[in-house]
């Protein structure tokens, strides 16, 4: 599912990739790997075509260790909207 969800986040795909964020924490996928994803996903394909990027990535897997679950589902969900429309220089 994870495949699902970055690939929905590349296509700028906002709608399926909250979907599949939140199959993703139902099915009970570690929510400190979707952070780790996220924060390549931000400096490996966005890169310095957002600079904020990176930095919203960083914040939210740092929410997820500080604050934890159910909580920091909404800081997921926040970076996945950040991140999705955002222009990819390598597309």
Request: charged letters at 20%; aromatic letters at 4%.
């Amino acid at each position: 599912m994870i495949s699902a969800f970055i690939k929905s986040v590349r296509g700028s795909d906002v709608d399926a990739a909250l979907h599949y964020l939140a199959r993703m924490l139902v099915a009970g996928e570690d929510p400190r790997f979707i952070a780790r994803r996220l924060m390549i996903l931000a400096s490996e394909d966005i890169g310095m075509a957002d600079p904020t990027a990176l930095q919203t990535a960083v914040a939210a897997a740092h929410t997820v260790q500080l604050i934890g679950m159910p909580e920091a589902q909404l800081t997921l969900a926040h970076a996945t909207v950040h991140l999705a429309p955002r222009p990819s220089p390598t597309r």
